[in-house]
Structures are given as structure tokens and as C-alpha cells.
């Protein structure tokens, strides 16, 4: 695997710290001022901070759902899939955007999926294929 590199705003570097590290259990890297490194799942993440920062996402109707556009996030183990969900729904106050569930029941694309925001307001997706070797199967969802 060849690790993913992406960079996004933050309104709030501890805030973020707290939220990547606590609620999604990464492990900080280098940091300054007004960025810091995470490692998400073996990818490198930086949150930059950008004063008044403000995410806004507009929604896409994905199998009935209102995927929130633009959203980042990583493909995990069913296994490792799960034991997040479990962690976030044991966290006291932790909101889905969408709750965990299984998607594309049947299909090449079936998948277990959950999103969520951070502090900043960044949509995050993280999912977990039925069938790892369809990630990137092509066919036509109605």
C-alpha cells in the first residue's frame, strides 16, 4: 500500500488533536504552530489551521442516504470497521451523520459504511467492504 497524503483546515489545532488522536486513536507526527501530522490507518493526514474556518458540505442521495460531499476517510477491515463503530458509539455525546450500517446489500459494492464530522466541521467516511477485492469493481448502481 502506498500511504495517502491529505491536508484539510481545522478552525482549532487542540481540537483536532483531541478528535484524531482521542475519537479515532491516531498517532501524532511532526507538528508547528499551526499544523500537525496524524497517522490515520498508516496515512499521513495534516490538519491546517485556517482562522475561521467554517466546513460547509452539500449532500448526494448514495443508496438513500444523504452522503455529505466533500468527505474523506479510509477503507478498514469488517473486524477493524467495527471496533471503531463500537468506540464511537461509546463515546458520551459522539454524533453520526450517518449511523453504521451495511449499504449495497447483495452487490459488488456491498459494505458496511458510517460518516461523522469533526470539530471543524470536515466529513469523514470510514467503510468496510464485504469483499475486499471489489473496492474498485465497475458496475452501474440504479
Not at 497524503?5 to 488522536?21: I, M
Not at 507538528?31 to 466546513?55: E, M, P, R
Request: charged content about 15%; overall charge negative; proline content about 7%.
Amino acid at each position: 500500500m502506498n500511504p495517502c497524503h491529505l491536508a484539510f483546515p481545522v478552525h482549532n489545532l487542540e481540537e483536532a488533536r483531541a478528535f484524531y488522536l482521542g475519537c479515532l486513536g491516531c498517532t501524532e507526527g511532526r507538528s508547528a504552530k499551526t499544523w500537525v501530522d496524524f497517522n490515520l490507518y498508516g496515512h499521513q493526514i495534516v490538519a491546517h489551521y485556517v482562522a475561521d474556518y467554517n466546513a460547509s458540505a452539500t449532500a448526494n442521495q448514495v443508496d438513500g442516504d444523504p452522503v455529505p460531499v466533500p468527505h474523506f476517510g479510509v477503507v478498514l477491515s469488517v473486524e477493524q470497521f467495527h471496533a471503531l463503530a463500537n468506540k464511537l458509539k461509546a463515546l458520551p455525546g459522539f454524533q453520526f451523520v450517518i449511523h453504521p450500517h451495511l449499504r449495497f446489500e447483495g452487490a459488488p459494492g456491498e459494505q458496511w459504511t458510517m460518516f461523522f464530522k469533526d470539530p471543524s466541521g470536515n466529513a469523514l467516511e470510514f467503510k468496510a467492504m464485504r469483499h475486499p477485492d471489489n473496492l474498485f469493481a465497475k458496475y452501474t448502481v440504479d
